[in-house]
């Protein structure tokens, strides 16, 4: 299993990005797919989900704000993350459950400027 996540950057409080995380090696479509955040000393944070069937969640942090989706041909799924504030610093992660393992992406580093 092969997670390559992208798309971080730099961007202003009030601007946007999307993160891409392209999944190998499992079957796309059974899998529910995560986004998590680290920021340094802390631990991961559940920021979205999307199950195989579509069905969405959110934490309170960024409901409203970020949306998760998925396109199964291309075997990614995507976090668009709209009125960014500093607080949303951190490295994002994508994440699996597959067979009993959880499989992470490597990171990809949000940065928020005031």
């Known amino acids: 299993v ?41 631990e991961r944070e559940l920021v979205a989900t999307i199950t195989a069937e579509g069905s969405t969640d959110y934490s309170n942090s960024v409901k409203g704000r970020f949306t998760i989706s998925r396109i199964y041909a291309r075997r990614t799924v995507y976090l668009q993350m709209n009125s960014l504030i500093p607080e949303d610093t951190a490295v994002y992660y994508c994440n699996t459950p597959y067979r009993g393992v959880d499989w992470w992406g490597q990171g990809t580093q949000v940065t928020v400027s005031s």
């Not at 992208?6 to 995560?34: D, E, H, K, P």
């Open 2 to 42: 092969q997670l390559q996540a992208s798309g971080g950057g730099l961007v202003q409080a009030g601007g946007s990005l999307r993160l891409s995380c392209a999944a190998s090696g499992l079957n796309f479509r059974i899998n529910t797919m995560n986004w998590y955040r680290q920021t340094q000393g802390n």
